[in-house]
C-alpha cells in the first residue's frame, strides 16, 4: 500500500511500503525525506517519483557508495515508460544516518523479528546431569593427585637429609687420598637426591602459580557507546534464559565466548563477560549471529551445570598449559646443566630427566581428563547448539556452521595479504573488512570443499567439539525455524563498525610493531586489495606465457638479447611469430616435464643436506627426507638417479624454454623500438618501465646461482641446528661445521644483495625511492649473531623470488600486448593436465 509523505517544501508524494523507513531525495527541493511507517489513510492528488537508475542517484548522492552505485539492479531492465514510480533509498540498509533515528529504526526491525519471547526451555536427563558431576568430581582429582605427588617427592626429600646422614659415615678422619675420595662420593651420593628432588618440587609447584597468558588486543565496550548491542545481547539472554553479562569485550578472532569476568572469583556469582570477535560480527548476519551468542549463553542457562562446566574447562585448560609452556627457568635449567662442571653439571641432568618425568605424568593425567570429560563436553556442545538452534532455527544453524569455515579461512588469507602488503610498506586499515573481501575473492570451487569437508567430518577421541556434521545432524532433529529471522548484516548491530574495526585493527598492530608503527603506514584495504588484484592479473601472464609454472632456478638463455636495438622490425616479428609457433608445438610437454625435473632437483638438495650430515658424522633416520639418504652410498646413489632423470628431462624442457625466450626477447625489442613502440602498446606502457625491467631481470637471471647456495646454506644451517642440542658435546665436528655454514651464508647474503642496490624497486612501494637491494633486506646480518643470519636468509628467499617472477610476469604480460598489437591471437589460460609418468623418467 502506497504511504503518503509531505515534504518540508510542500510537495506530495507516495512511495511504497517497502521504503518505510528509509530516507529518500524529493524530486522538488533534492532534501531527504523520512518514509514513516504504513498507516491506515486516504489518498490524496499526490506527484508520483519517476524510478531512476541507482547509478543516477549516486551522482546526486556522494554518500552513496561508488561499487553500490554501479551494481545492475532488477528495477533498472524494468523502467521503459513506468506508470508508477518508486522512491529510490540513498544507502543500504540501515538507511538513516542520524544515530538516534537508527536505533529506533533497527530497534522496531530486531523486535519485529522475535516470533515469541523465549525458546522453549532444553531439559537435560537426571542421568546427565549425575555425569557432569562425576567427571566434575575426577578432575577435580586429576590436580589433587598432582599435589599428593608434589607432597610425596617433598617428604621423601626431608626423609633423606634427615634419616640417611649415615651415607657420609666416618670416610675421610684419616688423610689418606683414598678415604677422600671415598668421603666426596659419600657427599655427593647424600647431596645429589637433595638437590633434584629441591629442583624436582621447586618445578612441580611452579604450574601451580605461574600465570596464563594475557590474552591481548581486546577493547570493553560501554553501554552507551553500543546501545543496540547491549539491547540485543539482552535480548538474547532473556529468550535462552541465562545471566545478562556484565561486560562485553571485543577481539579480532573469529569467535564470540562468554565466561566468568574474574575467573573463580566470579564463581558463585553470575558476573559473566561476553568476547565478541569482530570478523565474526563483520561475516554473520543478525539471525547467525544471535544463534551464536544463544549457543554461548546456552552454556550458562543452568547455574549449576555452568559452574561444574566452568570446573572442567578450567582444569583441561591448566593441563594443557603446564603441560606445553616452557618458560625462563625451564632455559636457565638447560643452561646450567650443559655449562656447569660436570661434576655438578651430571646433577642437574639428573634433574631434568625427572622434571622431564613429571611432565610425562602430567601429560597422563591431562589426557585421562581430556578422555573422560571429552564425551561430556562434547553433550554440552549438542545442548548449547539446541539452544542455537531453538533461537535461530536449523537452517541458519547449518548455514552458520558453513560460515564459520569460510571465515576461518578467509581469516588466514587476510593475514597472508597483511604479510604482503607490509613487505611494499603498507598495512590494511580495517582487517575485518579485508575479511569480507577475502570471501568474495573465494572461488566456488573452495566453497564447495569446504561443503564436503564439513558433510565428511568425523568426531575425534579426544575432542571437546563434536564434528560439524554430527553437529548439523542434531540441531536438524530440533525441527524449528527458531523466533528470531532478521537476515541484516551483524555489524549493524554497532554504532560505527567500520571505526571500531579500524581502532581494533590498529591496536593488533600496535602489539606487532610497537613504537615502529606510524599513521602513515595505515591504507585503505579497499585499494590494497585492488593493487592486489592487479598484481594478481599481473601473474596470470607469466602462466599463460609458460603454459604452466616456469623453471625460475633455471636462468634463461642469452637474456642480452632482449636489450638489442632493433635495425629491422619486421625481421624481429618474424622471429616473434616463429619463436611463438615453435614454443607453442613443445608446450604441452613443458608442464609435466618441469614437474619431474623439479623434483629431481628435490632430490638432489636433499642430497646435499645429507652430505653435510654424513661428513661430521651426525646419524640420517630413514624418514628425515623423502629418500633413505642413511648411508654415503645410498646417498651417492640417490644423487646419481636424480641427475640422470634430469638429463633426460632437458631434452624436452630445453626447446621450450629456449623457443619461448625468443620469444619473449623479440616481444620486448619491439616494445623498446623508438618507433614501434608508440604503434605496438598503443602508449600503455612507458619505454622506461620497460628498459628498468629488463634491466633488473637480468641481474634476477645472472645470480639464480647465488640464490640456489644461499638456499642450500640456510637448509643445512638449520639441519644442523636441529642436531646441535643432542651431539655437540659428543661430536667434535659439528660446532665448526656450523660455524662454516653460517660463515657461508653470511657471505652469500652479503654478495647477493648488493647486486640489487642500484636497481630502485620497479613497483610501487609506500617508501619512495627505496632500492630492490633494500626492499630484500634492510641491513645486513652480523655473522657472531646465527639467528639473525637465518633470519636474513629466510627474508631474502622469501621477497627475492617472488620479485623475481613479478618482473617476469610483468615483462609476459608487456610481451602478450605486443602480440595482441601484431594481431596475434591471445593465449588462454593453459588446461590443468594431470601427470602422466613415463618409463623413461
Known amino acids: 500500500m502506497p504511504i503518503p509523505v509531505t515534504c518540508s517544501c510542500g510537495k506530495k508524494l507516495n512511495a511504497p511500503d517497502t521504503l518505510a523507513g528509509k530516507r529518500v531525495k524529493c524530486p522538488g527541493c533534492q ?91 532444553v531439559r537435560t536427563s537426571t542421568g546427565y546431569r549425575l555425569a557432569v558431576v562425576a567427571v566434575s568430581v575426577l578432575m577435580i582429582l586429576l590436580p589433587l593427585l598432582y599435589l599428593a605427588l608434589i607432597v610425596a617427592v617433598a617428604c621423601g626429600v626431608w626423609y633423606h637429609a634427615v634419616h640417611h646422614t649415615g651415607i657420609i659415615g666416618t670416610n675421610g678422619t684419616s688423610g689418606s687420598s683414598a678415604n677422600r675420595k671415598a668421603l666426596l662420593f659419600s657427599l655427593m651420593l647424600y647431596v645429589t637426591p ?337 593493487r592486489q588484484k592487479a598484481g594478481q592479473h599481473t601473474m596470470a601472464a607469466l602462466t599463460r606465457f609458460f603454459r604452466g609454472k616456469p623453471l625460475l632456478f633455471r636462468p634463461m638463455p642469452n637474456p642480452r638479447e632482449m636489450a638489442k636495438p632493433v635495425t629491422d622490425p619486421q625481421l624481429v616479428e618474424k622471429r616473434l611469430r616463429d619463436a611463438r609457433a615453435l614454443a607453442l608445438d613443445h608446450a604441452d610437454d613443458f608442464p609435466s616435464a618441469s614437474s619431474r625435473f623439479d623434483e629431481a632437483d628435490t632430490c638432489l638438495l636433499e642430497t646435499r643436506l645429507a652430505q653435510v650430515l654424513l661428513d661430521v658424522g651426525v646419524p640420517i633416520a630413514k624418514s628425515d627426507f623423502q629418500t633413505d639418504l642413511t648411508t654415503k652410498t645410498a646417498m651417492l646413489e640417490a644423487r646419481r638417479k636424480a641427475e640422470s632423470r634430469q638429463e633426460k628431462l632437458l631434452e624436452r624442457i630445453t626447446p621450450f624454454e629456449a623457443a619461448t625466450a625468443a620469444r619473449l626477447y623479440s616481444a620486448l625489442r619491439l616494445a623498446q623500438a623508438p618507433n614501434a613502440a608508440p604503434h605496438l602498446l598503443g602508449g600503455e606502457m612507458a619505454r622506461e618501465e620497460i628498459t628498468a625491467l629488463v634491466s633488473l631481470f637480468q641481474v634476477f637471471n645472472a645470480t639464480v646461482p647465488q640464490v640456489m647456495a644461499v638456499r642450500d646454506n640456510m637448509l643445512a644451517m638449520e639441519h644442523l641446528t636441529a642436531h646441535l642440542e643432542r651431539y655437540a658435546e659428543k661430536n667434535e665436528k659439528l660446532v665448526p661445521e656450523f660455524q662454516r655454514v653460517v660463515q657461508a651464508l653470511c657471505d652469500g647474503i652479503a654478495d647477493l644483495r648488493p647486486a640489487f642496490d642500484a636497481y630502485p624497486y620497479p613497483f610501487d612501494h609506500a617508501e619512495a625511492g627505496i632500492s630492490t637491494g633494500k626492499y630484500f633486506l634492510k641491513e645486513l646480518p652480523d655473522v657472531g649473531n646465527p639467528a639473525d643470519v637465518h633470519e636474513a636468509a629466510r627474508m631474502m628467499l622469501e621477497r627475492l623470488p617472488s620479485l623475481h617472477a613479478r618482473v617476469l610476469a610483468r615483462l609476459c604480460q608487456i610481451a602478450e600486448a605486443v602480440e595482441t598489437r601484431l594481431g596475434l591471437e591471445p593465449l588462454g589460460d593453459p588446461p590443468q593436465t594431470a601427470r602422466q609418468d613415463s618409463a623413461e623418467d
Open 31 to 121: 532534501a531527504l525525506v523520512l518514509i514513516p511507517e504504513p498507516l491506515e489513510v486516504i489518498e490524496d492528488e499526490v506527484e508520483v517519483i519517476r524510478e531512476v537508475p541507482h547509478k543516477v542517484a549516486a551522482t546526486k548522492t556522494p554518500s552513496v557508495p561508488a561499487q553500490l552505485a554501479n551494481r545492475a539492479t532488477p528495477s533498472t531492465a524494468r523502467m521503459a515508460a513506468p506508470r508508477r514510480q518508486t522512491l529510490v533509498p540513498t544507502d543500504s540498509v540501515p538507511p538513516v544516518t542520524a544515530p538516534a533515528e537508527r536505533f529506533a529504526y533497527l530497534s522496531k526491525k530486531i523486535e519485529a523479528a522475535f516470533t515469541q519471547d523465549r525458546i522453549g526451555p
Open 194 to 530: 637433595i638437590l633434584v628432588g629441591a629442583v624436582l618440587v621447586l618445578f612441580m609447584l611452579k604450574p601451580l602459580f605461574a600465570r596464563g597468558t594475557p590474552r591481548p588486543g581486546r577493547r570493553s565496550l560501554q553501554r552507551e557507546e553500543e546501545p543496540l548491542l547491549f539491547d540485543f545481547v539482552t535480548r538474547v539472554c532473556e529468550a535462552v534464559g541465562s545471566p545478562k553479562p556484565s561486560r562485553i569485550d571485543i577481539d579480532n578472532q573469529v569467535n564470540a565466548s562468554a565466561s566468568f569476568r574474574s575467573g573463580l572469583r566470579s564463581f558463585l556469582g553470575n558476573d559473566l563477560v561476553l568476547t565478541i570477535g569482530l570478523p565474526l560480527a563483520a561475516g554473520l548476519k543478525m539471525r547467525q549471529f544471535g544463534g551464536v551468542l544463544a549457543h554461548e549463553f546456552g552454556h550458562f542457562a543452568q547455574g549449576a551445570g555452568m559452574r561444574l562446566t566452568y570446573v572442567i574447562r578450567s582444569i583441561n585448560f591448566w593441563f594443557h598449559r603446564v603441560v606445553n609452556e616452557r618458560d625462563e627457568w625451564d632455559d636457565k635449567l638447560k643452561h646450567w646443566s650443559s655449562t656447569l662442571d660436570f661434576r655438578i653439571g651430571w646433577m642437574l641432568y639428573i634433574a631434568r630427566f625427572c622434571v622431564w618425568l613429571t611432565r610425562k605424568l602430567l601429560w597422563c593425567l591431562m589426557l585421562t581428563g581430556h578422555f573422560f570429560s571429552g564425551v561430556l563436553m562434547r553433550q554440552m556442545e549438542f545442548d548449547a547448539d539446541r539452544h542455537e538452534a531453538r533461537f535461530a532455527g536449523c537452517d541458519a544453524f547449518a548455514s552458520t556452521a558453513r560460515q564459520l569455515q569460510i571465515l576461518n579461512l578467509a581469516e588466514n588469507g587476510a593475514m597472508s595479504d597483511l604479510g604482503d602488503f607490509h613487505q611494499e610498506g603498507r598495512l590494511g586499515d580495517n582487517l575485518p573488512k579485508l575479511i569480507l573481501l577475502n570471501i568474495d575473492q573465494m572461488p566456488a570451487e573452495l566453497k564447495t570443499q569446504i561443503d564436503l569437508v564439513i558433510s565428511k567430518s568425523k568426531t575425534g577421541l579426544f575432542d571437546t567439539h563434536p564434528a560439524d556434521s554430527a553437529r548439523i545432524q542434531s540441531a536438524r532433529r530440533e525441527k524449528t525455524d527458531g523466533i528470531f529471522r532478521l537476515e541484516l548484516p551483524a555489524g549493524h548491530l554497532f554504532r560505527d563498525f567500520d571505526q571500531i574495526g579500524r581502532d581494533m585493527t590498529w591496536d593488533l598492530y600496535c602489539e606487532i610493531f610497537g613504537e615502529k608503527l606510524k599513521k602513515s603506514d595505515i591504507h585503505p584495504v579497499e585499494a590494497l586489495v585492488e
